[in-house]
């Protein structure tokens, strides 16, 4: 079992993320919160600060909201 707790920037029940990245670009929008990163909240103060100042996403990001997240993952072997 593996737990993560952090912050994520969320929106409408889904979490900012990657959406296609293929080694020559990377796509960011809504994805759903199981494969979204979960930030530090040290760190992560404001919806912005997930991304790089004078980012293209900046905009958008400010229509999310910083949500505490508890996310827990468990690998079950079938025999």
């Known amino acids: 079992m593996k737990k993560e707790v952090g912050v994520m920037v969320m929106k409408d029940g889904k979490a900012w993320g990657i959406e296609y990245a293929d080694g020559h670009s ?43 997240i508890q996310r827990i993952t468990t690998v079950t072997i079938a025999v």
Not at 30 to 48: G, L, S, V
Not at 51 to 60: K, L
């Open 26 to 68: 990377t796509s960011y929008g809504w994805i759903e919160p199981e494969d979204a990163p979960i930030h530090n909240p040290k760190f992560c103060k404001k919806t912005t600060d997930v991304t790089s100042e004078g980012s293209n996403y900046i905009d958008e990001l400010k229509t999310g909201e910083l949500v505490m």
